[in-house]
């Protein structure tokens, strides 16, 4: 035997083995939907949800899918991360994905303080100032806004050094929206 045939003899199985095990190992999916918006989306109808997909729900909202948003904001929201509750408060009080409404978004504030969210905290003492969806309670709403300043939150200092007016952090804009109405 010379050496000629004893590296043609497997040259010759390979090319003719490749095929069969090329079947059965395609070599991959190329691209997998591991990262992308989509999965993110299917692994929240799932419960199944971490930081990452969490912080996905932003994307969602930022490009228009506010119900697939709502849907990664709520089970998160479930397993206790806060940021998700302050998101799932401003969807509500702009009526993305479904209606304005004050009271839902108040909730979601209310929960994220109560659950030691800084932002939450901060919202849900601006609520209280305002009557936004709760009952009007000065008192509470230093409370909360104190505790936002001890946090660090910018904002909630601002509100404390202007004696706690609200408009200082409110966009002229936005007035409408807290302005007590008679129904």
């Not at 206790?80 to 504030?109: H, R």
Request: aromatic content about 10%; charged content about 30%; glycine content about 10%.
């Amino acid at each position: 035997m010379t050496c000629r045939t004893v590296f043609a003899a497997p040259l010759l199985a390979c090319l003719f083995l490749t095929p069969a095990i090329a079947d059965d190992d395609p070599g991959g999916t190329l691209n997998p939907d591991e990262m992308t918006l989509n999965r993110s989306f299917a692994l929240a109808r799932e419960g199944k949800v971490d930081m990452v997909i969490c912080a996905q729900g932003y994307l969602m909202t930022k490009k228009g899918s506010h119900a697939e948003a709502r849907t990664i904001f709520e089970e998160c929201a479930k397993k206790g991360y806060t940021g998700t509750m302050t998101w799932m408060s401003y969807m509500d009080t702009n009526g993305f994905g479904g209606k304005e409404d004050p009271k839902a978004a108040a909730e979601w504030d209310r929960r994220a303080a109560e659950a030691g969210d800084p932002i939450g905290k901060f919202n849900t003492g601006l609520n209280l100032l305002r009557g936004h969806g709760v009952e009007q309670d000065a008192d509470l709403a230093k409370e909360y806004i104190d505790e936002a300043a001890e946090d660090g939150v910018e904002d909630a200092i601002r509100v404390q050094e202007s004696g706690y007016d609200y408009n200082v952090v409110t966009p002229d804009a936005d007035n409408w929206r807290y302005e007590k109405r008679v129904f």
